[in-house]
Each structure stands twice: as C-alpha cells, then as structure tokens.
C-alpha cells in the first residue's frame, strides 16, 4: 500500500508543514513561496528577474507572478539598472525590507516544531539525512 510508503509519510508531512507555513505567513500579507524570493533579495537586493530564476530554479512565469504579486504588495520594485536600461532589477522597498525578521523567525518556530519530540542526536541525524537529500 502506498500509505505505507517513506515516501507517503514524507509527502504527507510535507503537505502538513507548507500549510503551517501558509497560515503563519498569511498576517504579513504573504503566500508560500514569495518569502524564497523575498529571501534571495534579503541576500542580495538588486537581482535581476534571471538572476531569481536560477537561483530559485523554478519556470520563468513563476518569478513573473510572484514579482507582480510582491510589487502590487509593495514589498519590492523593479527599475532599470543604471548602466543598462533594458536589464530591470528587483529592489526591496523598507516594507520588503521590514518582513526579514519575522519571516525568519516563523521559518525558526516551524523548524522548532518538526523538531520539538527530537533529542540533539536526532535532530543532528534528521538535519544531515535532510541536507544530505537535498545536493
């Protein structure tokens, strides 16, 4: 049976836990997946919409929508770079800016959670199997 499955266990959490996140999400005025971009500009304010694109490795439209969804929100802007007027870079506004700090600190308390029953040999074990999956 398929809910018998790793892989089922796995998805099932998964879908658990993207929901928690949307609901801790909702009251800064965001959906899931909007802080990844959000996160990357945190890193490095001024990319260009390519530049989103690879580093979050998702299809060129999801970056379209998610910045038009984030400029009408008024969490960032876009502009034409200085020294080259075609290339556009997405720049964070102060209420961008402003989401870092309890956006971390919701992604914390969720990883607190998945967490919360885990002993620190555990928690280093899940954390490596996890990172380990992800490379």
Known sequence: MLDETLSYALITLMKRHRNQLAA????????????????????????????????????????????????????????????????????????????RDPVERIWHELDEDLQRDL???ERDVLSRLIRARCH
Not at 42 to 58: C, H
């Open 24 to 99: 801790a999400l909702v009251p800064l005025g965001l959906h899931v997946g909007q802080e990844m971009l959000l996160n990357q500009l945190w890193r490095e304010d001024g990319l260009t919409q390519s530049e989103l694109i690879a580093r979050l490795g998702v299809e060129p439209p999801t970056v379209t929508k998610t910045l038009q969804r984030l400029e009408r929100a008024g969490f960032v802007r876009r502009s034409p770079d200085p020294g080259r007027p075609r290339l556009i870079r997405v720049h964070l506004t102060e209420a961008g800016r402003a989401l």
């Open 119 to 121: 002993d620190a040999t």
